[in-house]
């Protein structure tokens, strides 16, 4: 194998820091929007992306290269098969899990905080900022659990990206391909380091969010 770990590593890293970001903000701006309905059809939304979450990478990847391919409705971005294709995929795999992480904790909280701040004698704009503070552990388990199922899927890399060596290989496709060859003890490797990945970015996030918790 030519391609080092440490280069798949942080690919690896890379593609899928961008992708669960970018569903964490999309989630964040969602439960802003969702939470503005009525109960009822906020839970009838909530309920609906409930469902994506236990939908297989692979058929969120097939959608995607459906989207992307040269025919595809995409396909003039010419992006299949780079790290731009695997991004736009975990996104899709990451949006339903940070969404439903934090959404009802969300619209639960909402109206207790404005309710607290203005009995206190706060103003509206005092709001935001306090429902944030308290909010700060859940939405760092969001960005944690979107991100852990980024970087762990591996339906969607291999669709999308091939696992071209050298350009769009990522962990769980340098496994796979690894395994596939027969050479297990690489790949038992590169899966040890993916392990250690999310456990040491899982618990570097937690701390963060204490200090911002408590600063």
């Keep these: 194998m030519a391609e080092s770990i440490f280069s798949i590593t942080l690919r690896s890293l890379y593609v899928s820091s961008v992708a669960s970001l970018l569903a964490f903000i999309a989630a964040t701006l969602l439960s802003l929007l969702v939470s503005q309905l009525t109960r009822r059809r906020a839970e009838m939304v909530l309920s609906f992306f ?5 939908v297989p990478t692979t058929v969120i990847g097939l959608l995607v290269y459906m989207l992307l ?3 595809g409705p995409l396909g003039f971005l010419r992006i299949l098969y780079t790290p731009y294709a695997i991004i736009i995929g975990e996104f899709f795999v990451a949006l339903p899990m940070a969404f439903t ?3 009802r904790h969300f619209y639960s909280l ?5 309710e607290l701040v203005l ?10 900022r306090l429902l944030l503070r308290e909010l ?3 939405l760092v388990s969001s960005y944690l659990t979107s991100f852990s199922r980024a970087i762990g899927e591996l339906g969607v890399a291999l669709i999308v990206g091939g696992g071209i ?3 769009t290989n990522v962990l769980t496709t340098a496994i796979a391909i690894q395994t596939s060859i027969g050479n297990y003890e690489y790949a038992i490797w590169i899966g040890l380091i993916l392990i250690f990945i999310t456990i040491a970015i899982t618990f570097a996030v937690k701390i963060a969010g204490e200090y911002i918790l408590w600063r």
Aim: hydrophobic residues 30%; charged residues 20%; proline residues 9%.
């Design 50 to 54: 409930e469902s994506l979450v236990g």
């Design 119 to 128: 009995s206190l004698g706060g103003l509206e704009k005092h709001v935001p």
């Design 165 to 167: 060596e050298g350009y």
């Design 110 to 114: 909402r109206d207790s905080v404005r």
């Design 101 to 103: 992480t934090m959404f």
């Design 69 to 71: 391919f040269p025919g």
């Design 136 to 138: 700060t552990p859940i």
